[in-house]
């Protein structure tokens, strides 16, 4: 079992709509959770980090946590086309600061 | 951007030459990471570094040594490359790795692809 997972999509979202994007995780001990943001080509930008269970806004970016669950989503609303790229989702394990992360979810944003 | 950079930012090498891959940063990090990036597998760690001196090793380290003789310098060597070290190698940074801290969040290099003939 992956300790990490993704949906790989794409997912295509129509510019201006709610794009929702998941990520389950499999060690319960995780504190830490993160969402990266990567152009083609470009390396992983750090755009949310979440610590406590709720929600997390910053500007379009909303991260939600539920440790019970053991599952973090990203929403961005008002979707633009520059939003186009992979969204990957880290998770803290606690040992050493190691992040262990999914396989990422390709965003589409369609004028 | 966060001070990182990686040295070089493409290589193109054969099967069996040693090959160095070189991070530098002046954020004055504690920790810093490699990790590679290839399709269908993601983001995997290799090595990472907890100060000078001191490194352990990350899910994917065979084939992989580091060294960290400076707080700003971390060192990934590829002792003989194989075809299946063809990657994207990320170099990343950190404050402080503990748990519920907001400083443990990782910033990244530019990345180095890497082509191994």
């Known amino acids: 079992q992956k300790e990490v997972e993704q949906n790989s999509g794409p997912l295509s979202v129509p510019e201006g709509a709610i794009a929702s994007l998941n990520c389950t995780y499999s060690d319960r001990v995780s504190q830490s959770f993160f969402w990266y943001r990567q152009y083609s080509g470009k390396s992983p930008e750090l755009i949310m980090s979440?610590?406590?269970?709720g929600d997390k806004e910053d500007g379009r970016f909303t991260a939600q946590l539920n440790k019970a669950s053991q599952y973090v989503s990203l929403l961005i609303r008002d979707s633009q086309p520059s939003d186009s790229a992979t969204y990957l989702c880290a998770v803290n394990l606690g040992t050493g600061g190691k992040l262990i992360f999914g396989q990422g979810t390709e965003l589409s944003v369609k004028p | 951007d966060a001070g990182i950079t990686q040295s070089p930012r493409h290589k193109v090498t054969e099967t069996g030459t040693p090959v160095t891959l070189r991070c530098h940063q002046t954020?004055?990090?504690?920790?810093m990471y490699w990790y590679r990036q290839d399709p269908g597998h993601g983001l995997r760690l290799i090595h990472y570094?907890?100060?000078?001196?001191?490194?352990d090793k990350g899910e994917v380290s065979d084939g992989y040594s580091v060294s960290r003789s400076k707080t700003e310098d971390f060192l990934l060597t590829l002792e003989s490359a194989t075809s299946s070290q063809t990657s994207v190698y990320f170099c990343?940074?950190?404050?402080?790795?503990?748990?519920?801290?907001?400083?443990?969040?990782?910033?990244f290099g530019p990345g180095t692809r890497l082509t191994v003939l």
């Open positions: 954020e004055n990090h504690r920790y």
């Open positions: 990343a940074i950190s404050e402080s790795p503990g748990q519920g801290i907001g400083n443990n969040e990782q910033f």
């Open positions: 979440i610590y406590s269970n």
């Open positions: 570094s907890y100060g000078v001196k001191d490194t």
